[in-house]
């Protein structure tokens, strides 16, 4: 069996892929299904694989299904109350059990575990003390932790074996590269009737996985480059018609960190080019007198979503949530993701409630007060540090994208790939190229 994965190791596509891919496609076709068919793959991947590179593969088929797909392709999901959440748990401590780390990456994975651990105690005394929804928040926190956790050390154990930045670099190119030939058909644009958000469920769910889908693109090596660039400049257009603030710039920032650092070695041909750019858009908004006001009209209709009044219009909310949470107790918080609210104590568990944050820097002030931000600063600092830096935009990704939409601590939805992003950037050969190669 060892001679056989060190024979295939360079494949992308293994035998249980195919299963994973079958199960995902049936799935489409019932609302049971899903909950069904990736039960008992979680449950043969454990227990008869026993390798948390097939766990970590289908958790990730599973949340997406389960999540991010559109509803006029894919069936509704049924969840049995809140079994899904159990599924979920189940896989993520199953990866922890299975996954043995050795060497530099032990050292990586205890730093993690020991800087998770003071958090989640800080977190605790803060839901305990202050808390509107303690038993919520607690689930969350046991969620979020062991998630965490659970990913990155699957993909420190298993990284020589399987090379997770062109698996998932093919995982979401089939989507992206379908979600193009879906541009003209306005019946899949199912939330507003005009924001594009491809075969995925909701624009701003297509934002937040196309950044992270550039990240794995310009990572990549196998990719050839003039199928990067022309699958760049789709992503970043279909950014530009889902509407989605957070996506945009946030693919676009990935994108510009990457070039930076392929270009570090070669900064007089890359200045060369923003040079020779910006010559060439000032030339052409003189030479047509119409391009500088259209452009500007088309970026601030962008930004400001027609909003014109405040481009954080639609972040009042949560930025008002916050200043309470702050206000209350600034030193170690008032819980963690679930609303708050003063003299209310509810020890139900209800997963529906919902919390929407500003973005990840406030959230974590709000939920552990300063004290935990400053474990929390200082947790990401130290694996900044450790990390492969010709991938930074691996690391700074989730930050940025959480700046905007706040997935960080979703461990249900699209936060399991920014820890994904955080595996690849801790544990990938210090001498990889690994950018726009």
């Known amino acids: 069996m060892k001679i056989h994965i060190r024979k295939n190791a360079d494949r992308i596509i293994k035998q249980e892929d195919v299963l994973l891919l079958a199960t995902f496609l049936v799935s489409a076709f019932n609302s049971y299904f899903p909950i069904i068919l990736f039960t008992v793959l979680a449950l043969y991947a454990v227990f008869i694989q026993r390798d948390s590179a097939v766990v970590l593969k289908t958790l990730s088929l599973f949340v997406l299904r389960t999540t991010a797909m559109n509803s006029q392709l894919f069936s509704s999901f049924n969840s049995f109350g809140g079994y899904r959440y159990v599924l979920i748990f189940f896989m993520v401590g199953s990866m922890i059990f299975l996954s ?22 800080t977190s605790v005394l803060s839901i305990l003390f202050n808390g509107s929804f303690p038993t919520l928040s607690l689930v969350r926190l046991l969620l979020y932790v062991t998630a965490f956790y659970g990913v990155v050390k699957t993909i420190g154990a298993t990284h020589r074996r399987v090379d ?7 995982f979401f190119g089939i989507i992206f590269f379908i979600s193009i030939f879906t541009i003209p058909i306005m019946s ?7 924001a594009f958000q491809g075969v995925l469920g909701h624009p701003n769910t297509f934002g937040i996985y196309a950044a992270v889908y550039l990240a794995f693109l310009c990572a990549s090596k196998r990719v050839s480059r003039n199928f990067r660039v022309f699958m760049i400049a789709a992503t970043i257009y279909m ?6 603030r957070t996506g945009m710039l946030s693919a676009l920032l990935v994108v510009a960190l990457a070039m930076l650092v392929y270009y570090k070695d070669r900064m007089g041909r890359f200045v060369f080019i923003v040079v020779v750019s910006v010559l060439a ?11 500088l006001p259209t452009a500007t009209d088309v970026v601030s209709d962008f930004l400001w979503k027609k909003h014109k009044e405040s481009l954080f219009y639609s972040k009042r909310g949560p ?6 949470k702050f206000a209350y107790d600034p030193i170690i918080g008032t819980g963690f993701m679930a609303p708050f609210q003063a003299g209310v104590r509810d020890w139900s568990l209800n997963f529906e409630l919902f919390v929407e944050d500003a973005n990840v820097f406030l959230s974590v002030l709000g939920n552990c007060g300063i004290l935990g931000f400053l474990i929390w600063i200082t947790l990401f ?5 450790v990390g492969n830096k010709r991938l930074c935009y691996c690391f700074i990704a989730p930050f940025i994208i959480s700046s905007g939409e706040m997935v960080f601590f979703s461990t249900n939805s699209a936060g399991l790939m920014l820890y994904v992003l955080f595996g690849i950037f801790l544990f990938s050969p210090k001498e990889s190229e690994g950018s726009l190669s």
Request: proline share 0%; with cysteine; aromatic share 16%.
């Open 100 to 121: 043995k780390v050795d060497g530099e990456g032990k050292r990586v994975c205890t730093t993690l575990f020991i800087g998770l651990l003071v958090i989640a105690a």
């Open 164 to 170: 997770w930045v062109e698996y998932f670099c093919l």
């Open 188 to 194: 899949l644009r199912t939330r507003n009737g005009h």
């Open 239 to 244: 950014l530009y018609l889902s509407e989605s």
């Open 281 to 291: 858009l000032a030339f052409a908004a003189i030479l047509f007198d119409e391009f």
């Open 319 to 324: 930025i008002k949530q916050f200043a309470a």
């Open 381 to 385: 600092s130290k694996l900044f540090s």
